[in-house]
Every structure is written in C-alpha cells, then in structure tokens.
C-alpha cells in the first residue's frame, strides 16, 4: 500500500479470544473505591508507609493512594527523600540513556492528542527506507548511543515485517570506533501472540505499550476510531507478549489525559497483576506527560499535571515498585529531568527526535513530521555532562538483556540487591567507552572525575571487583569495547 492511501484497512475483527483476568483486575469501580478508602490520611499512617516502602518491599495500591493523597509539603519532601534513598540501593548513582528511533509517522488510528493521527492534515506521512533507518541509526551511533527504543505509528504500510527488517538493519548497521547498537526495545500498537513471537525473534529488549489512560470513558473519548479504539485488546498485549515469551515488558499512562492519582492506580494494579500472574512485574514503566502536538484537537491537557504533582506521583511509583525502572523523555524540560532522576527515574532518552529522519544532519528539524513537541532539546554530551556533576553515571549498559538475565532471572538478582554489583560496574565501563569513543574535552573532564569517584566508592564496597573493573577501564582507555559483567 502506498504512503497515504486508504487508511481504513482494519474492520474491526480481533476474533473473542484474547480477553485475559486483566480485564476484571483492573476496572473504573475498583480503581475509585481504592482511592475513595485511601481518604484523609493521618501523619502516623505516612509515616509508617514511608518506613515500609524503605524495607524495598513495595506497597500496596491502597497505601501509594494514601501517599497520592499528601498535600503538606513536609511529608512530600519525606517521600521524595524516601525515593531518592530507594534509587540509589536498587540502582545505585546510575541513569541509562537511551534514543527513540522513529521508523515511520503513519498511522490508522485518530487519538485525539497524536500528531501521527490518521485525520491529521498538517503533517507530512513519511516511512523510512530500509537504507534510511541505516543512516539514521549511523548517525546515532556517531552521538554514542547503543540503546534504542523503535517506534512506528499504527498502519499496514508499516506492518510487522517492516518493522523486523528494519530492527534487522539497525542491528547489523557498524560505524567507525565499534559503534553498534547493543540493544533495541521495541514500542509499535499491540499483536497477536503469533506476531509477538516472531518479534521475539528479532532480538527485542523490553516490549512497551502505554495504556494511555487506564479510565474506561475517558479512553473512548480520546481513541475514536482504529484498532487502538479497544481498550481491551490493548490492555491485554502485555499478556499476549508474555505468552510468547517477552518477559521484559514496559507500560505507561499519558499522563494529563484523566486524574493522574487514578492513572498511578491504574498502572499499580497492571504491575501488580503481571507479578500475580507471570511471577514478574513490568521491567519498566514511563511516565509521558502529554505536550502540543500539530493539528490535534487536544492542545492543553484535559486534566494537566502540575510540576509538584508530577514529582510527587514519580516518587510514589518508586516507593511502591521498587525493582521497576521507571523512564523518563525529553518531553520533559531539563530542569525536571535533572530533579526526577534523583527522586526515582532510572532511564531516560538524550538527543531525541519524534520525526522519521530527524537524525540525518543534512535536514533541517520538521515540525511538520513530528509526533509531539520536546522540551529538553540538548545534544547528548551536555545531558552526560550535567548527569556526570551531579556524581551520576550516565549508562549505556545491555548487559542483562545480552546474558540472559530478563524477566524473572533479573527480579530474583534485583530483589537481593544483587543488580547493583552488576549495574554499577557495567555503567562505568560502558561510560568510559562514550568518554573514550565519543567525549568532548568537557564531558571528559566531567567523566574521569565523576569515574574516580565512584571507582574509590565501589573500593570501599566491593575492593576485588573494584581491581577488576579499574583493569578494565585501563583497557577501554587502550581502545578495547564491550567489556562487561
Ligand atoms: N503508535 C503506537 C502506540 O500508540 O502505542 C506506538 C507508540 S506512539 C508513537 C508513542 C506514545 O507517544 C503513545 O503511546 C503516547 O502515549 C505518546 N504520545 C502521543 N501523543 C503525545 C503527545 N501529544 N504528548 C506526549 N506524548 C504523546
Ligand atoms: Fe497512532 Fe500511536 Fe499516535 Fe495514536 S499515539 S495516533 S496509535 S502513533
């Protein structure tokens, strides 16, 4: 089918089979009920759900509405401090980054907030080629990325096997000084069991689909018409991708849609059920505040998310989920990311672009291609820069995914605190690969200090692995790559 053609392919058959127990556990009533009962909290009872989600054992959808709930300033300030403590055990001073990969901006669906909307006219439908998506992935390679999320609107023009091949191409594309891509998540409109299976075979990370909005009204209202207009099929592809043999799977809610306490539940619950049911929870879950897209109907938030509110609710997923890593874009100003990623983000994307193309130096930025607007338009090495002052290690690491250690093999390391004997290691080796490979004389500075530092930390911990680790960033300083545990 050619580029804009008749969109309307889909007729609406997704056969009666794919209703899963997510579909009770997670509806309207209870979501409300949880939040009503969690009414006017007492200081004694925050207290004591701050100390327990200290003890990394969670909480309960009912106490993180509790914590939802707080409006004094003090007790917000102790949750943040609780989420920052929580961060650094789990994950240590670590922040992965990442780039989103755009392959085409088609799409059969008509959100109401998309610029990649079916109905929209004021945007320019592009699909790359297979020796595009190469150009852009070697220009991403050249910045220093080796993670990358892929993304595609929904449509037949760019079906599975469009995007396979393209995840192939990003794969095999090598540039100059072992740039590579190490590991690529995937975000494309929910399958059937038989197509997750065969993207599995593609060499996946995570699968992720955001919800958007977990209200059942609020959802048709903003997904008129399309595949995605049922909330059903969408709400069970976690199920479908875990029956196939996903086992890191990524959710999130648009956030500004609907109640943002009502979202947090929302996402709570689908952890909580993916846990109950496959013994492991979401491997992430994104927090994407909705922006101004071109020709949407839906220019301000339905029901916006304040700056504090918006802490408060990134705090309350990490007390709650401890051992899931939580994302954050560049839809967000730099002011926020650098706050967020003390109080619980673990991952975050740098240098991004929403535009199929938007890597390719030699064009200009398209606001006409593009799926919304960013805040944070910073090149990578200044994001690393600011990440480094800060004592965090900006990380490139695909350790776990390559070895083997997803799904429930990482929950049973993470749980013990095991992960951070891992983690801390990997994202030092993999930043002084950037350092080496892709460093500015700035981010240099920056890096070797903010490297010595956390060297000297890890000697106090851990002083073999330390040896260990200090011989190997000597051999990625003499040029070696890929060195990890
Ligand atoms: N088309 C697929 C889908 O809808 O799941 C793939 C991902 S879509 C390109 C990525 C995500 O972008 C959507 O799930 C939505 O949450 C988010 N998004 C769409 N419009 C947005 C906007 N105006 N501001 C912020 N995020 C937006
Ligand atoms: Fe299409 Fe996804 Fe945008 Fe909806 S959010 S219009 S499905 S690209």
Request: hydrophobic residues 35%.
């Amino acid at each position: 089918m050619a580029i804009g053609e008749d969109f309307n392919y889909w007729q609406g058959e997704f056969g009666d089979n794919y209703r899963t127990g997510v579909c009770d556990y997670i509806n309207d009533e209870k979501v409300e009920e949880i939040l009503a009962r969690a009414a006017e909290p007492t200081r004694g009872e925050i207290r004591r759900i701050i100390d327990k989600s200290l003890e990394l054992r969670g909480l309960t959808p009912e106490e993180a509405a509790t914590l939802l709930l707080v409006e004094d300033e003090e007790l917000i300030d102790e949750f943040l401090e609780a989420a920052r403590q929580i961060k650094e055990k789990i994950y240590g001073k670590r922040l992965v980054l990442f780039a989103p990969l755009y392959f085409a901006n088609i799409c059969s669906n008509n959100c109401l907030y998309c610029g990649f909307r079916r109905d929209n006219q004021e945007v320019q439908r592009k699909k790359l080629t297979q020796e595009e998506i190469r150009k852009e992935v070697e220009a991403l390679e050249r910045e220093g990325h080796k993670r990358l999320l892929v993304l595609t609107g929904e449509s037949p023009a760019t079906d599975l096997d469009y995007v396979i091949k393209g995840i192939e191409t990003a794969y095999q594309t090598k540039t100059e000084k072992g740039g590579e891509i190490r590991r690529i998540n995937v975000e494309i409109a929910p399958l059937s069991t038989e197509q997750f299976r065969e993207l599995k075979k593609a060499k996946i990370g995570t699968y992720t689909c955001f919800q958007e909005t977990y209200h059942r009204p609020t959802y048709k209202r903003m997904h008129p018409e399309g595949p995605k207009a049922n909330y059903e099929w969408r709400l069970t592809a976690m199920d479908r991708a875990q029956q196939a043999g996903i086992d890191d799977v990524g959710i999130g809610a648009l956030f500004g849609l609907y109640d943002y306490r009502f979202e947090v539940i929302g996402l709570l619950l689908h952890a909580e059920y993916l846990d109950k049911t496959y013994g492991v929870g979401p491997h992430t879950i994104s927090v994407p505040r909705l922006n101004p897209a071109l020709g949407t109907p839906i220019q301000e938030p339905p029901y916006p998310v304040s700056d504090e509110d918006f802490k408060k609710l990134v705090a309350v997923l990490r007390l709650a989920v401890p051992y899931t890593g939580i994302i954050l874009t560049t839809r967000e100003s730099e002011e926020m990311r650098n706050e967020l990623f003390l109080h619980g983000v673990s991952q975050i994307s740098a240098g991004s672009r929403t535009t199929p193309g938007g890597y390719d130096e030699n064009e200009e930025r398209r606001h006409d291609l593009e799926q919304f607007s960013l805040h944070d338009l910073r090149p990578i090495d200044d994001i690393i820069i600011e990440i480094a002052r800060n004592g965090y290690i900006p990380s490139f690491c695909t350790a776990c995914y390559r070895l083997g250690r997803t799904g429930q093999d990482f929950m049973d390391l993470a749980k013990p605190g095991k992960i951070q004997e891992f983690c801390k290691p990997n994202a030092m080796m993999t930043f002084k690969e950037y350092l080496v490979d892709y460093g500015t004389e700035k981010s240099r500075e920056f890096g070797e200090r903010c490297l010595a530092e956390q060297l000297e930390e890890l000697k106090k911990e851990h002083p073999k692995l330390a040896s260990k680790i200090a011989e190997n960033l000597e051999k990625i300083g003499r040029g070696e790559h890929d060195l990890y545990l």
